[in-house]
């Protein structure tokens, strides 16, 4: 409603001034709105006794009432497109500051009234930031949210991942951010998307059946394709050999042979032919292209001994990351067990072990997961890894011993992480506000 005092003299200052404060209070009307609330105006002025319009205020008064109806109608064909989205949640509540916060046991689902739904995971923590008649605004904290967005001509809706943002018009996807990893997977099954932010100079199309790995402190972009996967995942993952079930010791050292025996002739110098150079891999670089089937049967075809027991720290890495992404997870089991062999001591070595339980949470179950969380938080305290390693490690402590034996772990957690993704439940576990 816009007013103008000039043009509209009936309005005394203070009924304008209280009109405005009713305006900004309630929102815009709706075309619906407007036409009751001038038939009743109309209705009820004309009961008032003594009250005479000219002939020219009521012509004027029926043009706007017409007109009124006439804006009323199309905004009724047009569905009141104009009212704002509303939306409720399924097995959780918005809190006063727009946030939905799932615990270790439920999965909240934000349910928009065009159909929209967002699904938060285990632990997850979103806003809402802002609600329009085209979409919404939601900004992940941390954890996993799905989502499936109801495509219209004009729908707008945005998804705040740390400093990335997600802009979407129609889709489902799966977006994760670690705010301790400062790392986004967006796994996209249907419709496109664009992702911005500081690691590339323009905006990242995402298209259906890929997947987006941005990480912001390395400045890793890595976009594959998902249905790489599938076959993977569906196909069940071979035993691990008796080999892999433990770290295997440092080998002995090799002595070296002994020399000729007293009074034998001296052996011809032989020149040391050097073996031809092996081509250069570049698996980092097929990493960061997306290329991981390629890393994983170069691997195999030199044989995966070898490539475990020849490859440098950092093609280890590469190796184990690209057989978990594509659900590889036993030679990914492998390149981790040889990183710690080898390479005990370094970064990547100490990593491993936080990979290898979430590796082990998702296979062998909590007891194997567990002992990779202590030595990994026994050997990093102050890994890049530390807060998740030790809320996942509260979470399967409640959940193979019980509540009073968790809390010593949530306590311990929060002493050290008051503000990280697992501190509402280890505060619910604490008993601490």
Do not use: C
């Amino acid at each position: 409603m816009i007013l103008d005092k000039e043009k509209d003299p009936a309005l005394s200052p203070k009924a304008a001034h209280a009109v405005e404060l009713a305006r900004r209070s309630l929102g815009m009307m709706s075309p619906q709105q407007r036409v009751q609330g001038l038939l009743r105006v109309t209705e009820r002025t004309a009961r008032r006794p003594g009250f005479r319009l000219s002939p020219l205020r009521v012509g004027a008064l029926a043009l706007a009432v017409a007109a009124a109806v006439l804006l009323g109608v199309n905004g009724w064909q047009r569905g009141t497109r104009s009212d704002r989205l509303s939306y409720e949640v399924k097995g959780g509540a918005v809190q006063q500051d727009g946030s939905v916060q799932a615990d270790t046991s439920s999965r909240p689902t934000v349910r928009f009234s065009d159909g929209t739904e967002v699904q938060l995971d285990e632990m997850a923590r979103a806003h809402i930031v802002s609600v329009s008649e085209q979409g919404a605004r939601v900004a992940l904290d941390r954890g996993e949210v799905h989502a499936r967005v109801v495509h219209r001509s004009e729908a707008q809706w945005l998804f705040d991942a740390g400093p990335f943002l997600v802009t979407v018009t129609g889709t489902a996807f799966a977006l994760s951010w670690a705010p301790e990893d400062e790392r986004l997977d967006l796994r996209l099954e249907d419709g496109a998307v664009v992702v911005s932010g500081p690691l590339s100079g323009k905006p990242i199309a995402v298209r259906a059946g890929q997947w987006l790995t941005l990480r912001q402190r390395t400045g890793e972009v890595l976009l594959r394709d998902l249905d790489l996967q599938q076959g993977a995942e569906a196909s069940p993952t071979p035993a691990p050999s008796s080999s892999d079930r433990a770290e295997e010791p440092s080998a002995a050292p090799v002595p070296d042979p002994p020399g000729p025996p007293a009074g034998a002739p001296a052996a011809e110098p032989t020149t040391a032919v050097a073996p031809a150079a092996e081509p250069r891999r570049d698996w980092a670089g097929k990493l960061a292209a997306g290329k991981l089937d390629v890393i994983v049967d170069e691997a195999q075809r030199r044989g995966l001994d070898a490539s475990l027991a020849e490859s440098s720290n950092e093609e280890l890495s590469v190796l184990a990351d690209a057989a978990r992404y594509t659900r590889r997870n036993d030679i990914a089991r492998r390149a981790l067990l040889a990183q710690r062999r080898r390479f005990p001591a370094t970064q990547r070595g100490k990593e491993a072990a936080f990979l290898l339980g979430r590796l082990a949470e998702t296979q062998e179950g909590g007891a194997a997961a567990l002992a990779w969380f202590e030595t990994y938080l026994k050997e990093a305290p102050q890994g890049a890894y530390a807060s998740e390693a030790l809320g996942r490690k509260m979470v399967i402590v409640q959940r193979l011993y019980g509540d009073a034996q968790a809390e010593t772990v949530a306590r311990a957690y929060l002493r050290r992480f008051p503000g990280g993704t697992y501190a509402q439940a280890a505060r619910a576990l604490a008993r601490m506000p």
